[in-house]
């Protein structure tokens, strides 16, 4: 029961960046890349200084740091500039299926079984998100952003996969925001768009890196050595399902009958992906 609360607690995180990422956008408060800029540099500082606080030791020198500094970098740069010309619903779906299939790959790479009920979880959540996600015939795709997002997509896998591997999540979580940080900053400023940061974008990038994304990856690299890499994976599925109800609540998006389904569909799948092997028959 507290590996699923803690795992539902970092879903939630990991959808609320979407929200409030929407949030900041929609209202043109905010530059996209400045958003993203803020949201990684702050989250490196409350990493650190939390770290400090508690006597952890913050190791920039580790096994797979630069593994994870770097994956961490190509999945905030790679959706930063995805959504400049692709709708969500679209993005979504090609980062989450992206990281789906990264991680059950990387999960069969390290030799991890894979039992029966958790590949017909995974194929019911990715369909429910399928159903709830894929554009109507009048969308275009643009292979740029496709791409990227595709790279945003590997880029998490990877980070994920790498936190697998234990040790303090709060110092390693430091560790790679940090090392990101400067790097990202460079790449962010030289593709913004020039717009000015308003006082509430800074506030809403501010919350999404400190709290959201700082704080969630730390809970994340907490959680991930207990899930596995197939069943971290499927979990994820269940974010955009969250961040499209956040949207409901806080962006007064409509309720419809595609989103029940797909609710059904993809929390069912991710239930039976995720049921104890003892729990099965």
Known sequence: MRLFVLTALTMIAFAANSVLNRMALKGGLIDAFDFAAIRLGSGAIALCIL???????????????????GSLLLYMVGFSFAYLAMDAGVGA???FGGVQVTMFLGALLLGEPIPLRRWIGAGLAAFGLAWLLWPGPEARLEWGPVLAMAAAAIGWGIYSLAGRRGGDPLASTAANFLLATPIALALVLFGRSG????????????VSGVVTSGFGYALWYRVLPQLGAARAGVAQLSVPVIAVIGGMAF???????????????????????????????
């Open 251 to 281: 962006l007064a998006e409509p309720l419809t009958l595609r989103l029940v389904v797909a609710v059904i569909l993809v929390l069912g799948g991710v239930f039976l992906a995720t049921l104890p092997a003892r729990r099965a028959g």
């Open 51 to 69: 770290a400090l606080i508690l006597g952890r030791r913050i190791p920039m020198v580790a096994k797979d740091r630069a593994v994870g500094a």
């Open 195 to 206: 717009d000015v940061a308003t006082p509430a974008g800074i506030s809403l990038a501010l």
């Open 93 to 95: 779906l090609i980062l």
